[in-house]
């Protein structure tokens, strides 16, 4: 799935935080919802709302922390039956501003490998113009978490067995064919 544009957008001015936590509360309004449902292929998004907090981060970035829940209505792959399903995701990340300057990933050691540390927050998202798009924030953070492969809950795929005819005489093989041409060559 390619996604040429955000389905919902909802612009902060990220350079005017100041030293102070600001909540916010993003809830799309029903034709928006229809929007992401589309882009994102389910059936229908409801109750969507992301009750986050943007902090001060270093001198100039921001810390976006909160939750984003949802209730996505989806097709069973294995009952092709609708469902609800409750989503349920917490919400960590930093922005910073652009900078002119280029700096030396913290993830390159002194050899040029790329080392990884799981445990550490992903490096920051750019902020744009001092622009930070919430809304683009809560649309990155429900297509992680939208399963591709929705399964109702209980439901079970159960093999299908199709029993073979019992044959009374076996199939002939080929060998037995090319052994009976080899005793019998006029036959």
Known sequence: MVIE????SYKVAGDRL???????VLAPN?????DIAKVYEVDAVEELTANLVLKPWHKAGIRVTGKVTCKLHRTCIVTLEPFVQDMVDDVDRTFEPVSSRPRRARDINDDGEIEIDLETLDPPDVMVDGVLDLGAVLCEQLALNIDAFPRKPGAEFTEVVIEEAVESEPAPSAFAALAKLKNDPEG
């Open 5 to 8: 544009s955000i389905p919902y």
């Open 30 to 34: 029903e034709a928006e919802c229809q």
């Open 18 to 24: 100041g030293n102070e936590e600001r909540p916010v």
